[in-house]
């Protein structure tokens, strides 16, 4: 199993063993969607990751569909959502000829944008993939004056005869935060094996949100909590 494949492998049992409930989030995504877009039939999943939410989502939408840069990830969710049409692509530049009444992006996924001109161009990317009326649906990161440096994440699950530890470290570089994760899997015929990552995460301001949302056309709101305590962007394009 390749590194990359090995981190996928465990990311969704992480986190629902944190108590994670896709299920529930699926339903405030089309609850919001659809008290601006009450007919709304579409919907497209960007940075779907491994394809949970768009599996609870596909039972709230007629059709729904997904983009992810990483091919890993897309291929766990490709199994998940036989019937979706998924597909390999950035969300700084995509472009599927096709329309949708809801995007959704969350997970903080607009936070691995390095600068204001990468958000720019994604918000621009949504407006056009938008049918007139359509809702935009993005969970920021942390903001520069809500990000706590120096936080420590710790998970444990213990799951299909596996035990699965998780260990983060955050601190701030510059205006991003850097994020230092380790995973231990233990199994009784596998041993123990160690998997490291690190990623940079964009502080960007709420404002900074806030006018790529206008650039692209959108009226928008910023409401809290959202499913992670980071807030949700929902804008609507005319």
């Not at 699926?26 to 659809?34: G, I, K, Q, T, V």
């Not at 955050?170 to 231990?184: K, P």
């Not at 041993?191 to 990552?197: I, P």
């Amino acid at each position: 199993m390749m590194y990359a494949d090995a981190i996928a492998e465990v990311y969704d049992l992480i986190y629902q063993g944190k108590g994670k409930d896709y299920a529930a989030e699926a339903a405030e995504l089309e609850a919001l969607a659809r008290a601006r877009r009450p007919h709304a039939r579409t919907l497209l999943d960007v940075a779907c990751g491994t394809g949970l939410h768009l599996r609870h989502l596909a039972g709230l939408f007629d059709d729904v569909g997904g983009i992810e840069l990483a091919p890993d990830m897309l291929s766990i969710a490709q199994q998940r959502n036989p019937g979706a049409a998924l597909h390999l692509g950035d969300m700084r530049t995509f472009d599927l000829g096709h329309r949708y009444d809801v995007i959704t992006c969350m997970f903080s996924s607009v936070g691995h944008l390095a600068t204001t001109a990468e958000l720019d161009a994604t918000l621009a990317r949504f407006a056009a993939h938008l049918s007139p009326g359509g809702v935009a649906i993005v969970e920021p990161w942390w903001f520069p004056e809500t990000f706590t440096p120096g936080y420590v994440g710790a998970s444990l699950v213990e799951v299909d005869g596996r035990t699965i530890s998780r260990v983060s470290h955050s601190v701030r570089e510059g205006g991003a935060t850097r994020i230092t994760v380790h995973y231990l899997v233990a199994s009784p015929g596998g041993g123990v094996r160690h998997f490291d990552e690190s990623h940079l995460i964009t502080l960007f301001e709420r404002s900074d949100y806030e006018r790529a949302f206008a650039r692209a056309g959108f009226t928008t709101e910023y409401l809290t909590p959202g499913p992670s305590g980071r807030g949700l962007f929902v804008g609507v394009h005319p």
